[in-house]
C-alpha cells in the first residue's frame, strides 16, 4: 500500500489517508512529495557546496546561511559521502518581492546527485529550506525525494506590535528569522499605539522625541531600513501600520489639539481619546505621515487600523457634539467615525499604495475601494469573510491566530484546526470568490512580551498557523503535525533559537545553551 501511495503522493501530493504520507520533518508539509525507501543521499556538511549560475547576491546569501546551518552539524568519520553539492536553477532574474512573487520550487534528492528548480531566487530559498529540514542531523543522511512545492495562500504573515513594549533590532531580526523558517512572507509591523510612539518620522520628529518611552526605545530611519533588508533578504515584507483614529494616545504628545480632549473619559486613564475628527488640521498631519511611511516602505501596502475606536471621549466633548449637531448626525458616533475614516481613505487613495484595514472599517459600510484588504480579527470572521468576498473584497485573517493568548498545554493545536477559507461551501461558493480570501497574520500583541520572552512564546507555536497557510487543505491532523511540529522546534533550538518546547515531555539531541 506504501508503495502505491508514493506515486500517488508525486501525482496529486496527498494519499487518501494521513497515515500514508510519508512521516519526515518537514514544517510546513510539502504540497507533492515522493520518497524511495530503498535510497537515501549521505553528506560531509563540511565539504558539502552548493551551486548556481545566478549572480544574485540574494541567493548568495541563502546560500551562506543555509551552509552555516550544516556545518552546525558535528561531522564524525566513518560514513561514505555519496552527495557533494545541490545544483540551483532559477528560471527568472527579477527580484521583486511583492504578493505576486512566485515562491514555487521543486526539490530532487537522489543517492548521488540534488537539484533546486524555481520561477524566482525565493521560491529557491523555500527549497533551500526544505533541503535543510531533510537532513539528518544523526548520520548526515538525506531521503531521496521528489517534491513539489508551493504556498496555498499568498499572504502569510507574523504581527509584531512594538508600542505596549519595545522590541530591539536584532530580536526583530530574529523573529524574521524564524518565520522565513515555515516559509512565512509578511512581517505585519505595529509600530505605534496608544503606549509609545517610537518610529522617529522625519517629517514630525517631536512625534518619538515626546511619545517614546525614552530615547533609547526608538527606531530610527536606519533601524527601519536595517528590519526592511533583514526581511528582503529572507524573503519577507514589512507592512507597516498606522493606527487611527483609536489607539493613538502617544501621538498626542507632540500635537496639540490632535487628539478629543475628554476629561476622566480618556484612553488608559488619560483625559484624551481618539483623534478629533472635527479638526480638520489633523487630516495633513496624518497625509503626511502616511507620506512617509509609505516611501520608507517598499512594500504594496500599508495597514491603516481603525479598530476599536471608543465612542466615550467624542461623547464627552462639546465641540464635537456642536459639530455632529450642525452636521445632522446627532448621536450618531458611528457616522463620526465613518467621516473620519472616508477622509482617510481619500488620502490614501492619492498616495498610489494599497491598503488594509481592520474588520471594523467594513462593517461600517465605508466606500472603500475593491482592492481594499479586510483584516478580520473578531468572532464573527466567518460572516466577514463571506460577505466582503461576495462583494468583492479580499480578506485575510487572524481571529483564531493570538499568539499573546497563551493556556497551559499544547495551545498550538487550536491555532492548527483554523482554516480562513472554511467559511466556504467549496461545492457552491466560486472559485473566484475563495480566492479572495488571501491568507491570515499570526498575531503576538505586545501586553505581556519584550526582548525577554517573545522569542520563544512565539515558536515554535506560530509553525502550526505557518503551515495551514502553506501546506494543502488537507493537512489539518494535530497529530500528523505533533512529532513535526516539535522536530521543528529542535531545529530552531540547534540553530540557535530559544524555541519552546510544543509537547508536555521531550528532548532536543542539541539543547539550547544561552551565550553570552
Known sequence: ??????????????CATLQQLPQLPLVPYP???????????????RLFTFKSTSHSIVLREAIAR????????????????????????IASANE????????????????????????????????LETFSQLVSTY??????????????????????????HYLSIPVLKHLITAASWTKLNILHWHMVDDPSFPYCSTTYPELCQKGAYSPDHVYSQEDVLEVILHAYRHGVIVIPELDTPGHTLSWGHALPGFLTHCPHHGNIGSDYGPIDPTNEAVYPVVRNLIKEVTSLFPSDFIHLGGDEVHYGCWKNNENITAWMASHNISGDYESLERYYETKLLNIVSTLNTNYIVWEEVYRHKLDIKPETIIHAWLPKWKEVFLNATSEGHRCILSACWYLNRISYGEDWRKFYQCDPRSPFDPTTTPWEQQQLVLGGTVCMWGEYVDNTNVLHRSWPRASAPAERLWSAAEIKDPNFMEPRIEAHRCRMTFRGYPAEPSTKRGFCQKEFVWRN
Open 66 to 89: 543555509y551552509s552555516r546551518y550544516l556545518r552546525l552539524h558535528d561531522y564524525h568519520q566513518g560514513y561514505d559521502v555519496t552527495l557533494k553539492s545541490l545544483q540551483i536553477n
Open 31 to 45: 504540497q507533492s512529495i515522493g520518497v524511495r525507501e530503498d535510497c537515501e543521499a549521505l553528506i560531509d556538511p
Open 96 to 127: 521583486v518581492l511583492d504578493l505576486e512573487t512566485s515562491e514555487n520550487y521543486t526539490l530532487s534528492v537522489q543517492a548521488n546527485s540534488a537539484s533546486i528548480r524555481a520561477d524566482t531566487v525565493f521560491g529557491a530559498m523555500r527549497g
Open 1 to 14: 500500500m506504501y508503495s502505491q501511495c508514493i506515486t500517488f503522493l508525486v501525482l496529486i501530493g496527498l
Open 139 to 164: 548520520n548526515y543522511s538525506i531521503p531521496c525525494v521528489e517534491i513539489e512545492d508551493y504556498p496555498r495562500y499568498k499572504f502569510r504573515g507574523f504581527m509584531v506590535d512594538t508600542s505596549r
